[in-house]
């Protein structure tokens, strides 16, 4: 059984899949598995995971069901106590498996790490804004704006999802918003200083290029929490007061958009909950 299990899921990247896949064929840390979830692509994705058929398990999907079923599947293929996830448009340099898994080491009772990453945007470096640094340790308040972990920079233990679940497959996007909520909401995630990832943004190929309104998704997360009686009352609050904000926003760009009973639904909402928080 490896130590790692590393988990790419794709969809018609041909090229750059083979790039990702590539970058953990180079890591110095040799004692992993690789398991890339082809989601239904139909370009020459398959041509192209053949070419590392030896170093690679592969898993082909005859229709593309979107990356939170890619990721489950992968996670429920895997055997290894750690897991470690790495998006087909990003790719890793070559110390990152070994920094994590020698914190994990170091760290026995730590149950999830991340790295940090450079950012490249329509070919040119750039830096990330204040909004999305990277905290270290207890970051469940300051992700309720936005995720602040990326999936390309992150390992976990494996027995973390028999605690908190899977992906949530009927989220499009924001699936990990959703995931590291919940996980954050009970365990620290702990920051590795180090840039270990180079991570890609900006191509229309995205799925947050490509679907408008991702903090109604964010919305649902939230709610799904509050209802999960999970959280502390502090935490609870916390939820309540940025859900408070977020539903005032979408919901009056709903009435501008003309979409009034929508808008009312979400400026409504957080009244309804009101009593989770007691």
Same mark, same amino acid.
């Given at each position: 059984m490896a130590e790692?299990?590393?988990?790419?899921?794709?969809?018609?990247?041909?090229?750059?899949?083979a790039r990702a896949i590539a970058s953990v064929l180079y890591q110095t840390f040799t004692d992993y598995e690789i398991i890339v979830v082809d989601d239904g692509s139909s370009d020459s994705t398959s041509e192209a995971l053949s070419l590392f058929r030896p170093h690679i398990v592969p898993i082909i999907q005859d229709k593309n069901r979107g990356v939170s079923a890619a990721r489950n599947?992968?996670?429920?293929?895997?055997?290894?106590?750690?897991?470690?996830?790495?998006?087909?448009?990003?790719?890793?340099?070559?110390?990152?498996?070994?920094?994590?898994?020698?914190?994990?080491?170091?760290?026995?009772d730590a149950v999830a790490c991340q790295t940090? %990453?450079?950012w490249i945007r329509k070919g040119r470096p750039v830096n990330p804004g204040k909004k999305h640094l990277?905290?270290?340790?207890?970051?469940?308040?300051?992700?309720?704006?936005?995720?602040?972990?990326?999936?390309?920079?992150?390992?976990?233990?494996?027995?973390?999802?028999?605690?908190?679940?899977?992906?949530?497959?009927?989220?499009?996007?924001?699936?990990?918003?959703?995931?590291w909520l919940r996980i954050s909401c009970r365990h620290p995630i702990h920051l590795l200083k180090r840039a270990l990832v180079i991570k890609e943004g900006g191509s229309p190929d995205q799925l947050s290029s490509s679907i408008s309104g991702m903090d109604r998704f964010r919305i649902q997360s939230m709610v799904k929490l509050l209802?999960?009686?999970?959280?502390?009352? %502090?935490?609870?609050?916390?939820?309540?007061a940025e859900m408070t904000v977020k539903c005032e926003i979408y919901g009056k760009g709903c009435i501008k958009?003309?979409?009034?009973?929508?808008?009312?639904?979400?400026?409504?909402?957080p009244a309804g909950l009101r009593s989770l928080c007691s």
């Open positions: 790692v299990s590393v988990i790419i899921p794709t969809y018609n990247r041909a090229q750059k899949v599947m992968g996670i429920q293929a895997s055997s290894a106590p750690l897991i470690a996830f790495l998006d087909s448009d990003d790719y890793w340099l070559p110390e990152k498996l070994a920094v994590q898994t020698a914190f994990f080491k170091a760290e026995p940090q %990453e450079r990277k905290r270290n340790g207890l970051i469940f308040e300051p992700s309720l704006k936005l995720c602040l972990v990326s999936p390309s920079a992150a390992m976990v233990k494996r027995a973390l999802f028999d605690e908190v679940g899977l992906f949530d497959e009927a989220l499009p996007v924001c699936e990990d918003y959703d995931l209802q999960s009686g999970r959280l502390t009352r %502090e935490q609870a609050r916390a939820v309540l958009r003309g979409k009034t009973d929508e808008g009312e639904h979400y400026l409504q909402l």
